[in-house]
């Protein structure tokens, strides 16, 4: 006669092999749909969010991370954001940097799910998976909230590949953009790049009734350093003031190659009056800047035109009113930022000469 609790633990057995068989059979189907999305993604927030769904349908996790590492910049995407904290605490002791240096994303999900700033998590219990790890480092950080089963590991295995594969096109793709943004010399955009970014910079701007400035830079007497110098000194010259510009601007900023000598920075979120202090920092670094080339050292001064957008519709306004104000820097002597300081009144213009102010109607120095 069969022992009853032997039959009954068969039974037992037997129904928990059938609904692990369920359930591995549901997670491999929501896989395999969410695997077909990930491919289809063309951007990497897309790709994560796609990634991020096909995991909180599987496991039900309480936090989702993922690190994407280029030389120095870090970017970090994280779910919920209401773990920012602890999550860019524990991966700076994993993979190193500065948190400051951390670009941070999060998802935009339709439901949204109520956390409070007191919920505790165990950010040690942590599960990571290295994605990418070559030009690029990328891991993936999960903290299920369901118990990890065997089939799990295959599941994750194959979200990585496929993370891997979509990540790696679409990387080199940007890279491929970027490049054909770039101008080669002075690593600053072109000014078909500029034209395509700052027309959504100026959407935003007032969309968000946000200020945005930009500063048209011309460096002075040019065509005489490749007269004199030869046009490889030129050259040098331009690569020595963009150096001067990319490191005086904040990440958010960017520098274009406007023209032959002349360079447009963009800053978002600037106002005019901030806009000129910086003119008036930049002016003061390339007018003691030396270039050093063949032996002989040259020295250069670059003019500066301001514009804020203020009330103005599209970028060829800006753009026209900061190269108006350039004429007037460079008609006045050169070496000068127009305006020089704030505010300006009505036809008036201030522009820097030297040591001293000087103000004069906008019709004389037209």
Not at 149 to 157: K, Q, V, Y
């Amino acid at each position: 006669m069969i022992n009853p609790i032997k039959k009954l633990l068969d039974q037992a057995l037997a129904t928990a092999a059938l609904v692990y068989k369920i359930v591995r059979g549901i997670d491999y189907r929501t896989l395999s749909l969410y695997i077909l999305k990930i491919n289809e993604q063309k951007d990497i927030d897309s790709i994560l969010f796609e990634v991020s769904q096909c995991l909180k349908d599987i496991l039900d996790y309480e936090l989702f991370g993922f690190v994407l590492k280029n030389g120095s910049e870090t970017d970090v995407w994280i779910d919920p954001r209401v773990y920012t904290s602890p999550f860019v605490d524990y991966v700076a002791a994993d993979i190193g940097g500065q948190k400051s240096d951390y670009k941070l994303h999060y998802f935009d999900r339709k439901i949204v799910e109520i956390r409070h700033n007191n919920d505790i998590i165990d950010i040690n219990s942590l599960i990571s998976y290295k994605v990418i790890d070559n030009q690029y480092v990328s891991k993936l950080y999960i903290l299920p909230k369901r118990m990890m089963m065997t089939h799990h590991d295959t599941i994750i295995s194959t979200i990585i590949s496929s993370i891997s594969i979509a990540l790696e096109k679409n990387l080199n793709i940007m890279q491929l953009e970027n490049a054909a943004a770039m101008d080669p010399l002075t690593n600053c955009y072109n000014r078909r790049a500029l034209s395509g970014f700052i027309g959504n910079d100026i959407a935003f701007a007032q969309r968000h009734r946000a200020e945005l400035s930009v500063i048209m830079v011309d460096l002075d007497d040019f065509k005489e350093i490749n007269d004199v110098y030869g046009h490889l000194a030129g050259d040098e010259v331009l690569r020595c003031v963009s150096l001067v510009l990319h490191e005086s601007v904040r990440k958010c900023d960017y520098l274009a190659r406007y023209g032959g000598e002349e360079f447009m920075l963009v800053l978002p979120d600037t106002s005019l009056y901030h806009a000129v202090q910086l003119a008036h920092k930049l002016r003061k670094k390339i007018s003691e800047l030396t270039v050093c080339m063949n032996g002989k050292t040259i020295r250069t001064t670059a003019s500066f035109g301001v514009a804020g957008l203020e009330n103005k519709s599209d970028h060829m306004s800006l753009f026209q009113e900061a190269d108006e104000r350039l004429y007037k820097a460079k008609s006045v002597g050169k070496n000068n930022v127009v305006p020089s300081m704030l505010p300006c009144f009505a036809d008036h213009y201030f522009v820097s000469q030297g040591q001293a102010l000087v103000r004069t109607r906008a019709t004389q120095v037209a």
